[in-house]
T-cell receptor, first 116, second 113 residues
C-alpha cells in the first residue's frame, strides 16, 4: 500500500527537550510539507521541501528544523526554542505535475505532541 | 496574499438534511481549489477538487463548483449521514508562485440520527 506514515502517533516531551517527528512516504512524491494544527484553527505551514537536500521556511518556522536527505523522508525536529509546541503535527506530500498546475497534497495520520 | 474564508461552525444537522458549507477565497492568479475532510484523531483526506473555473468536483455525494465570478467553492450534499460527521476544510493553492496550500479554519459538522 502506498501512503504516508508518521510516527509516533502520540509523543510526550519535557520542557527544554528537542524531539523529532518522523514522516515517510512511498508515493514517489517530490514535495513534502509539515503543518501544525491547533484546536479551532486551520493548518499552518512550518516547512516544505520540493527536492532532496533543499527546503524552505513556511509561515511558522521559528523553533523548528527539518532535513531532506532522502526523497521519501522528511523528519521534523521541534526544538526547545519553540515556545508553545503542544499541537497536532501533520505531514503531507505531493507530486509535481504539469508546469503551472499544482496538485493536491496527501496527508499522513498525524502526530500529537504534548509538552509536559 | 491568498486567503480562504469558510463558514464558521459548528454545524449540526439531522440525518438526510441538505448540507451547504460556504467557502470564499482571495488569490493571485488562477488557484486550484480543494475540500478536505478530517475525522477525529486522523489526518486530512482529500474529498474533492477543482482546478479551473466552472469545474465541478464531486465525491461520495458531495459536490462543489468553482465559481470564479463570486470567488466561491461551496460544499453541498443532498442528504447527509451520521458518518459524514467530521471537520471540513476548504483550501486553495495558487498556480503561480510558491507551493503553499492555504486553508480555511475548518467547519465542524455533526449529524444527528
Amino acid at each position: 500500500d502506498g501512503g504516508i506514515t508518521q510516527s509516533p502517533k502520540y509523543l510526550f516531551r519535557k520542557e527544554g527537550q528537542n524531539v523529532t517527528l518522523s514522516c515517510e512516504q512511498n508515493l514517489n512524491h517530490d514535495a513534502m510539507y509539515w503543518y501544525r494544527q491547533d484546536p479551532g484553527q486551520g493548518l499552518r505551514l512550518i516547512y516544505y521541501s520540493q527536492i532532496v537536500n533543499d527546503f524552505q521556511k513556511g509561515d511558522i518556522a521559528e523553533g523548528y528544523s527539518v532535513s531532506r536527505e532522502k526523497k521519501e523522508s522528511f523528519p521534523l525536529t521541534v526544538t526547545s526554542a519553540q515556545k508553545n509546541p503542544t499541537a497536532f503535527y501533520l505531514c503531507a506530500s505531493t507530486y509535481m505535475g504539469l508546469a503551472g498546475v499544482k496538485n493536491e497534497q496527501f496527508f499522513g495520520p498525524g502526530t500529537r505532541l504534548t509538552v509536559l | 496574499g491568498n486567503s480562504v474564508t469558510q463558514m464558521e461552525g459548528p454545524v449540526t444537522l439531522s440525518e438526510e438534511a441538505f448540507l451547504t458549507i460556504n467557502c470564499t477565497y482571495t488569490a493571485t492568479g488562477y488557484p486550484s481549489l480543494f475540500w478536505y475532510v478530517q475525522y477525529p484523531g486522523e489526518g486530512l483526506q482529500l474529498l474533492l477538487k477543482a482546478t479551473k473555473a466552472d469545474d465541478k468536483g464531486s465525491n461520495k455525494g458531495f459536490e462543489a463548483t468553482y465559481r470564479k465570478e463570486t470567488t466561491s467553492f461551496h460544499l453541498e450534499k443532498g442528504s447527509v449521514q451520521v458518518s459524514d460527521s467530521a471537520v471540513y476544510f476548504c483550501a486553495l493553492i495558487s498556480n503561480f508562485g510558491n507551493e503553499k496550500l492555504t486553508f480555511g479554519t475548518g467547519t465542524r459538522l455533526t449529524i444527528i440520527p
